[in-house]
């Protein structure tokens, strides 16, 4: 089960912080991924994490602004999202998937679970 938490109304520039906690299972064995959905759009990728954390994975549209990292002590998944735009505006997913490699996952369709969604809107 995983819940997201933190998405916002913000502006332009501004930041926001996902959080995205497991409960009924430890994370620690799951490579873990954002991705993202807006209105009339297929679900996109954001970035991904390995189940250490040493790896990571970003979009090309949000490399140098996003950064993604987990607490597996906390179970929980993080999105800090710096130097917002309009086009991030989104239903951001965070996503696990079951990883015995220590890869990172770009495709939705190999993650293993799925969370609600928040909403994250940009103003201009």
């Known amino acids: 089960h995983l819940v997201e938490s933190g998405g916002g109304l913000v502006q332009v520039g501004g930041s926001l912080r996902l959080s995205c906690a497991a409960s009924g299972r430890t994370i620690s064995n799951y490579a873990m991924g954002w991705f993202r959905q807006a209105p009339g759009k297929e679900r996109e990728f954001v970035a991904a994490?390995?189940?250490?954390?040493?790896?990571?994975d970003f979009a090309s549209s949000v490399k140098g602004r996003f950064t993604i990292s987990r607490d597996n002590a906390k179970n929980t998944l993080y999105l800090q999202m710096n130097s917002l735009k309009p086009e991030d505006a989104a239903v951001y997913y965070c996503?696990?998937?079951?990883?015995?490699?220590?890869?990172?996952?770009?495709?939705?369709?190999?993650?293993?679970?799925w969370g609600q969604g928040t909403q994250v809107t940009v103003s201009s």
């Open positions: 996503a696990a998937k079951r990883d015995a490699i220590s890869f990172t996952y770009s495709l939705p369709g190999l993650y293993d679970y």
């Open positions: 994490v390995n189940w250490s954390g040493g790896r990571t």
